[in-house]
């Protein structure tokens, strides 16, 4: 009666039963095993443990108790004792595939995963149909960077159990990050057939239509997940995001104060990037890139420690990155890679994003000594090539942005490891040694913001000293801008216009008779937005002039054809900045605190124009309404940015990479001699 009222789920019927039964005979071992069943399914899993507990003492040689009490433990996040249980479990019936299975879950979160991989084979061979044994090997072997072997693990599971919601979704975001987005989308939408209150599927969904710019779809994926589960992971970030790249403010202060307090609270409430857009306060963002790190990108044990190799002819560098293609950092780092000095050092470029063979894909590869494809290498075996080669110094070009791979760092590829171009800010794990920046972007009083030692150099950011671009001239109407107009613009993306920075603008519009802002803008919805924004404000929407992506001449021309650049904060543009500065385009900013609020007030600094930062939304307001009135002084100001272009340290790439290379040879001295890490000052 007892066990028929628990499997039928009449659990107070259940629980009154087994407590009469076990205060009536204290030795009832089977009364108390099924009481401690019943409290763990109904939550109580501390007392559930006492009952279990007691089981075990009066039936040792009872397997099934032990891997009952491993999963208490588990509950209560006390995994060895937990793994403790499991195995003596195992001892008692090793034949056992329940508990082959929860001890690799247990080791799983351990991090130990290599044993939790041989626990989920050996409940598998044991019970070849074991559909979450086979779900849960594909999360280890995706865990491990063996994706092709995690895909093929998550299929066995559809296979074997087709109505496995949670497998269907790991399969669909192993397919995300394979960028099969088709497959990977129908994978989302068979969870949630399966699955119809399955969160975090429609969070992932959201998270795939994102990546589309189908962003009517992903907030409205990233709205059901909220309805469901407010509290998931990371979903009060991405949802704000999305808004933001829609240009939709609604309650955008309370949302941020809501986001604000859960990453005080230690919440994993943003993915660090989504939030760099969003706050301008350095002390949060080290706060959200920790807890991010810590939880996607934990250090791993799984490879020795690694120490400093004997010192080579010369030194070994490697690039980490996804995007050595057409893409804003191969932009940036291409004539880096092309200067540094082949008599002290030896240049490994490692590529884990597609191979394009793309104009700068090809230069690239021939701009380094050795270029390695490890697209389909795990993290372990990028980490372990990278050993093999006795790299020196690891350079992770990518950070916390869109196909990152820490884990790579996490298992320390090289004994001196830095991050550098890809991501404003801190990587909040103590695997990165160092972080490149300037006085401007870290002051000395924000170093507590970093978890890095920082490198300043003269200048942070790498330029092409090439010009690979024709200068051709494009008139105003060429853009559809009206050619007696002062054309403020903007072509910073959409997610950094904040509705402050848009209350600056339309005060500077109203005061700049006939003058026009030219935004970029790559939807119609943040279009309709912003044009309603404006009229709120007060201003005549036909005083927006919206652009598109351009590319080649065009893209260059456009810079030419507007009269200033009114840069966005609290998070300012970075490439889209340099590329207007070389054009002669003067650019205003307004600095903040944060790496990413600081960024453009470090290219004027590098360029020799104070005179363009300002430290105050009504200095700026005043500056920008003073250049419309004054086109004198503008012109003046645009003659000295043109020749500063040629005489100053941001597009000099030879000087930049010597200033870079006297920072790595500090690096690598200090490493050599096992000295402590320090700030490095150049």
């Known amino acids: 009666m007892l066990l028929e009222h628990y499997q039928k789920g009449r659990y107070s019927h259940a629980e009154k039963l087994a407590v009469e039964i076990t205060q009536q005979y204290p030795h009832h071992q089977f009364g108390w095993k099924v009481l401690g069943a019943i409290l763990k399914t109904t939550g109580r899993v501390s007392e559930a443990l006492t009952a279990t507990q007691e089981s075990v003492n009066l039936a040792p040689q009872d397997a099934e108790a032990h891997n009952n009490l491993g999963s208490m433990l588990k509950e209560l996040g006390r995994l060895d004792e937990a793994v403790a249980s499991y195995r003596q479990a195992l001892t008692l019936r090793p034949s056992y595939e329940q508990a082959h299975y929860q001890l690799g879950y247990a080791l799983n979160d351990l991090g130990r995963l290599e044993e939790a991989e041989a626990s989920y084979r050996q409940a598998i061979t044991l019970r070849a149909d074991y559909g979450e044994a086979h779900n849960n090997l594909g ?122 307090q859960r990453i005080n609270n230690g919440e994993r409430a943003s993915a660090p990037f989504s939030l760099h857009a969003l706050i301008d306060n350095p002390g949060i963002h080290k706060k959200c890139s920790a807890l991010f790190s810590s939880h996607k990108f934990p250090r791993s044990t799984i490879l020795p420690s690694i120490n400093p190799y004997p010192r080579h002819k010369t030194i070994r560098i490697g690039y980490f990155s996804p995007d050595f293609k057409n893409h804003p950092v191969a932009s940036l780092t291409a004539g880096l890679f092309e200067n540094h000095d082949r008599a002290t050092f030896e240049i490994h470029a490692f590529s884990f994003g597609p191979d394009t063979n793309d104009k700068l894909n090809l230069r690239i590869k021939a701009g380094v000594d050795h270029f390695h494809d490890v697209r389909t290498l795990s993290d372990k075996e990028v980490a372990l ?82 010009n690979d671009f024709q200068e051709i001239l494009r008139d105003k109407e060429y853009f559809g801008i009206p050619e007696e107009a002062f054309v403020f613009c903007c072509f910073n993306n959409n997610y950094k216009i904040t509705p402050d920075a848009f209350d600056v603008w339309a005060r500077i519009l109203k005061q700049a008779e006939g003058s026009v802002l030219m935004l970029f803008a790559d939807n119609e919805r943040a279009i309709k937005n912003l044009q309603h924004q404006i009229e709120v404000r007060g201003i005549d929407s036909s005083r927006l002039i919206f652009g598109g992506r351009l590319t080649g001449s065009d893209y260059w021309a456009r810079y030419q054809a507007v009269d200033l650049f009114l840069d966005t904060f609290p998070c300012n543009g970075g490439a889209t900045l340099s590329d207007a500065l070389r054009m002669g385009c003067p650019m205003l900013t307004c600095m903040g605190d944060s790496f990413g609020g600081r960024m453009g007030a470090s290219l004027l600094t590098a360029l020799d124009m104070p005179e363009l930062i300002t430290t105050t939304q009504a200095q700026y307001e005043e500056m920008a309404v003073d250049f419309a009135a004054n086109p004198k002084r503008l012109k003046a100001l645009r003659e000295k940015l043109k020749s500063n272009v040629h005489t100053t340290p941001l597009y000099d790439t030879e000087q930049f990479t010597h200033s870079l290379e006297a920072a790595y040879l500090v690096m690598y001295d200090r490493c050599q001699s096992k000295e402590d890490l320090d700030d490095i000052y150049v």
């Open 139 to 260: 999360i280890t072997l995706q865990a491990q960077g063996r994706l092709a072997e995690a895909e093929a693990s998550y299929r066995k599971a559809i296979i074997v159990k087709p109505d496995h919601a949670k497998a269907h979704f790991n399969l669909g975001h192993l397919l995300g990050d394979f960028n099969r987005l088709e497959e990977a989308e129908l994978k989302y939408r068979e969870a949630i057939v399966l699955k119809p209150d399955y969160a975090k599927a429609y969070r992932h969904l959201g998270g795939l239509m994102r990546a589309q710019n189908k962003l009517d779809d992903a907030l409205t994926n990233y709205d059901r997940a909220a309805a469901l589960d407010p509290d998931i992971d990371y979903l009060l970030g991405d949802t704000l995001f999305a808004r933001q790249q829609l240009c939709e403010w609604d309650e955008f202060p309370q949302k941020i104060k809501a986001l604000t």
């Open 385 to 466: 090539l990278a050993r093999s080669l006795e790299l020196d110094i690891a350079v992770d070009l990518t950070g916390l942005t869109n196909g990152c791979r820490p884990g790579i760092f996490a298992m320390s590829a090289a004994p001196v490891q830095l991050s550098y171009v890809g991501f404003a800010g801190t990587m909040g794990a103590d695997y990165y040694d160092y972080l490149i920046a300037d006085s401007t972007l870290i002051p000395e009083e924000h170093k507590d913001y970093y978890t890095e030692n920082i490198v300043y150099l003269p200048s942070y950011q790498v330029n092409s000293s090439q």
